[in-house]
C-alpha cells in the first residue's frame, strides 16, 4: 500500500533538502502520496474533511518538516489540533480512525546530531523532544515508529551531503 506523505514547510522554495525528498518521493507516485500542507493552505485554513479522508485512505504516515524550535512548523501543530478531532480520532464513539497505521516522522535538522546527547549543546535527543508526538499518537491508538532525523544542515548543505539522505529516507519509508 501506498504510504502518505504529509510535507511541513512554510519556506519549501528555499529549502534544500524537504525539497529534494519530496521531488524523490513524487518520482513513485505508486508508492507514495506527497501532501504538502503549505502548498494546499497558503492561508492555513485547512479543509478539516478532506484531510480526514485523505488519512483514512492511507496505512502508512509519514509527517516530514524541518526541526523548527525544537519542534515543527506552527501549520503541523495547527493539523494536530484541527484534525485530530474528539470522535474522529479519539474518544469511545470515535472509531479511533488513526488507529493501527503506521506513523512516524522524517525531520531535517540544521545541527549535529552531537548536539542532541544529554552531553550535547541541547542536552536531549531529537527523541526526547519529539515525545509530545509519540504521546499524541499512542493517545489515538496509532502504531507510532521511531522517527527518521537527518542532521548536519546547517553546517553542510554540500549537494553530496543532501544527495546522501535520499536513499536513507526513501528506505526508512520503506521499511516502516
Known amino acids: 500500500m501506498k504510504t502518505l506523505v504529509i510535507v511541513t514547510h512554510p519556506k519549501m522554495e528555499e529549502s534544500l533538502i524537504n ?3 519530496v521531488e524523490e518521493l513524487n518520482k513513485f507516485p505508486e508508492k507514495y502520496t506527497v501532501h504538502e500542507l503549505y502548498k494546499n493552505y497558503p492561508d492555513e485554513i485547512l479543509d ?3 484531510e480526514q479522508e485523505l ?3 492511507y496505512d502508512k504516515i509519514v ?3 524541518p526541526f523548527y524550535w525544537f519542534s515543527s512548523p ?3 501543530k495547527k493539523w494536530f489540533d484541527e484534525v485530530l ?3 474522529w480520532a479519539y474518544g469511545s464513539k470515535s472509531g479511533y480512525k488513526v488507529g493501527g497505521k503506521k506513523v512516524a516522522l522524517a525531520i531535517s535538522a540544521g545541527v549535529d546530531d552531537e548536539d542532541f546527547k544529554a552531553d550535547g549543546k541541547y ?3 531529537v527523541i526526547e523532544f519529539t ?3 509519540e504521546l499524541s499518537f499512542e493517545y489515538v491508538k496509532a502504531d507510532y515508529q521511531k522517527p527518521f532525523v537527518y542532521y548536519g544542515l546547517e553546517h553542510n548543505v554540500s549537494k553530496e551531503w543532501i544527495e546522501r539522505s535520499v536513499p536513507l529516507y526513501l528506505d526508512f519509508i520503506d521499511n516502516l
Open 48 to 50: 478539516i474533511k478532506k
Open 131 to 133: 515525545r509530545p508526538f
Open 123 to 125: 542536552r536531549h535527543t
Open 74 to 76: 506552527s501549520l503541523l
Open 85 to 87: 478531532l474528539h470522535g
Open 19 to 21: 525539497r529534494r525528498w
Open 63 to 65: 509527517f516530514q518538516f
Open 55 to 57: 488519512v483514512e485512505a
